[in-house]
């Protein structure tokens, strides 16, 4: 009697110290990512976005409604983002990299939270100052939902939205 293959055991291992520290590491330097969204006709998009954290540390980007995320992410909030860049030497998929789910919530132009916002991503993105105030530009909020981080070979963590927040 077969009983089929044996299951391979889960590669994924449960977030520990060292991979939040790491996790949050990419979140807090990255200043630009990879954006999966789902676009209008269904089909998956991947565009590059500017990215940041607000003061309270979520995930936001700084998005032209000319953009076709802009529209996709307002339609259909669900996306992914992708953070972590290859070093100069080796394999890139050696390097650490972060893959966030997300919800996008755009923040509105009269929102009392958006003057903060605006001042603490131009900290960061000095060049920003030239456009941040175009009227077709929005902030998006990336709430995550949940994240896997690679921090190199045999190193495959999940983490939850709690495990994104800063620490102490």
């Given amino acids: ?14 977030a520990n110290a060292e991979a939040l520290a790491l996790a949050r590491s990419l979140m807090t330097s990255a200043r630009h990512a990879a954006l999966a969204y789902a676009d209008a006709d269904g089909t998956p998009g991947v565009s590059r976005i500017a990215f940041g954290l607000a003061p309270d540390g979520t995930p936001v980007t700084l998005v032209s409604s000319l953009a076709p995320h802009f529209a996709a992410l307002r339609d259909r909030p669900d996306c992914a983002v992708m953070l972590g860049e290859p070093g100069a030497k080796g394999d890139p998929l050696t390097h650490p990299r972060l893959m966030l789910k997300a919800r996008a919530g755009f923040v509105a132009p009269d929102d009392p939270a958006r003057p903060a916002l605006r001042a603490h991503w131009l900290e960061t993105h000095t060049k920003a100052t030239l456009y941040v105030d175009f009227a077709d530009f929005a902030f998006v909020r990336l709430t995550p939902v949940s994240a896997l981080l690679n921090g190199g070979f045999a190193r495959a963590f999940r983490l939850g939205p709690q495990d994104l927040r800063p620490g102490p």
Avoid at 1 to 14: E, I, N
């Fill in 1 to 14: 009697m077969s009983t089929g293959p044996t299951p391979r055991p889960d590669p994924v291992q449960p």
